[in-house]
């Protein structure tokens, strides 16, 4: 699969970023009270931040000399 364009890339990095652990951290603090919910964030954000650093590293998608 080849690498999205540079301008897409940024977008994708920041939303793997940003709605997983914002959205798990909702629906933690809904279901199971305050302190769960944090928790919940706090892991699915650790998990997000590896994905993203997967990306940028080992995919190699912070280079926008390709494009």
Do not use: H
């Amino acid at each position: 699969m080849s690498k999205p364009p540079f301008y897409l890339r940024i977008p994708i990095l920041m939303a793997i970023l940003c709605l997983p652990p914002i959205g798990a951290t909702q629906i933690g603090w809904y279901f199971w009270g305050k302190a769960v919910g944090l928790n919940c964030g706090m892991i699915v954000g650790a998990i997000s931040v590896t994905v993203a650093g997967y990306l940028m590293y080992i995919k190699d998608w912070r280079d926008f000399e390709d494009d």
